[in-house]
């Protein structure tokens, strides 16, 4: 199948070579499935005041006293039910393939249709989401092209080279700066990466037991469909399935690397949801369909979502539910970690010190 979630092999300091050559810098929309019934809508734990726990699991992985619990537990994009912002960055490569304004200009439209669609599925949950994007305004600054001093792989393996996930990590820390968490109140930031190729669209997540590393979160998403034809531009569903991930959705097919999704699953939630999201992104006859997302954010992507508490044959995958909502793992944590009751309690969300 073709999307998906991942992290790379350990990055090398001496991969630090290849950065990001900043060019120059340049929000959006405000958000808020289908019933299965006897569902009860999940509380959005709230970003905690930055105080550090002293005697946890937590203290296993606490490496960097920047970051408190919850931002080692999900990673910089937080959940969707926290205020966030999407930082779009638009890479050319230095001396070859490039952006044009009019490509930018579709990917603009494309991830607005996106984001819309995801404040509509969450509103079907009785839920409110509030993510922060690039709208094309000239004064906007979530919006950054660059150019990257490498060239990009593309094509369907769903990999670039090492030296590029180092340079966007780099990129990524110096982007999540002071200045923009205190403009949008939040320290839930994800990154959005454009590359002006071919490829299959991927996100890097941050799981529980990375604790401080790995903790910036982006999607790549390639101008063109890698597994269509040259002139196929990515759809929204591409985007609003990678956005997902940032916020805790798993893919959820055979082969996924998220270690709960077994075939049996998989083949539960074609038989049940054949329109979930992150299922496929493609329309009912496996076509690209734009101006529209015609998908589902099923319960069983919710409750990983926090859009709900459970999910109908929930009893039958229990693994699926023994994380904390928006909380990517490797297993090794499995039915240790619960959320604490502190971090349920309902308190304004903050823009905690990074």
């Given at each position: 199948m073709k999307w998906k979630s991942f992290r790379p092999a350990a990055l090398t300091a001496g991969l630090l070579a290849a950065a990001l050559a900043l060019a120059g810098c340049a929000p959006r929309l405000a958000l808020n499935s289908p019933s299965s019934g006897g569902r009860t809508p999940f509380d959005w734990p709230q970003p905690d005041t930055g105080e550090q726990p002293s005697d946890d699991w937590y203290g296993q992985w606490y490496a960097d006293p920047s970051l408190t619990r919850e931002q080692c537990m999900y990673g910089s994009a937080g959940l969707l039910g926290w205020p966030s912002v999407l930082v779009s960055v638009y890479l050319d490569e230095r001396g070859g393939v490039s952006w044009t304004e009019e490509d930018i200009a579709r990917s603009r439209q494309t991830l607005a249709t996106a984001v819309d669609w995801i404040g509509q599925q969450c509103a079907q949950y009785g839920a409110e989401a509030n993510i922060i994007c690039d709208d094309g305004t000239p004064d906007s600054n979530l919006f950054v092209r660059t150019q990257y001093?490498?060239?990009?792989?593309?094509?369907?393996?769903?990999?670039?080279?090492?030296?590029?996930?180092?340079?966007?990590?780099?990129?990524?820390?110096?982007?999540?700066?002071?200045?923009?968490?205190g403009q949008y109140g939040t320290s839930s930031i994800g990154f959005l990466i454009f590359l002006p190729v071919s490829g299959s669209s991927f996100t890097m997540v941050h799981y529980l037991e990375d604790g401080s590393d790995y903790y910036h979160e982006f999607s790549c998403l390639y101008r063109t469909d890698a597994y269509s034809g040259p002139d196929d531009f990515e759809t929204p569903a591409v985007y609003a399935h990678e956005i997902l991930h940032l916020y805790g959705a798993p893919d959820l097919y055979a082969g996924s690397n998220d270690y709960y999704v077994t075939s049996q699953l998989a083949d539960y939630v074609q038989a049940t949801w054949p329109d979930e999201i992150m299922l496929?992104?493609?329309?009912?006859?496996?076509?690209?369909?734009?101006?529209?997302?015609?998908?589902?954010?099923?319960?069983?992507?919710?409750?990983?979502?926090?859009?709900?508490?459970?999910?109908?044959?929930?009893?039958?995958?229990?693994?699926?539910?023994?994380?904390?909502?928006?909380?990517?793992?490797?297993?090794?944590?499995?039915?240790?970690?619960?959320?604490?009751?502190?971090?349920?309690?309902?308190?304004?969300?903050?823009?905690?010190?990074?």
């Open positions: 001093n490498g060239r990009f792989a593309g094509g369907t393996n769903s990999a670039e080279s090492d030296a590029f996930y180092t340079a966007v990590y780099d990129l990524c820390e110096q982007l999540d700066t002071a200045e923009l968490r496929d992104t493609y329309g009912p006859d496996g076509s690209l369909v734009y101006g529209a997302v015609e998908k589902q954010i099923s319960p069983l992507t919710g409750s990983r979502l926090g859009l709900c508490s459970t999910f109908e044959g929930a009893e039958a995958f229990p693994e699926v539910n023994e994380m904390p909502p928006g909380v990517f793992s490797t297993g090794e944590l499995a039915g240790v970690v619960q959320l604490p009751d502190d971090v349920t309690a309902a308190r304004p969300p903050v823009a905690v010190a990074h």
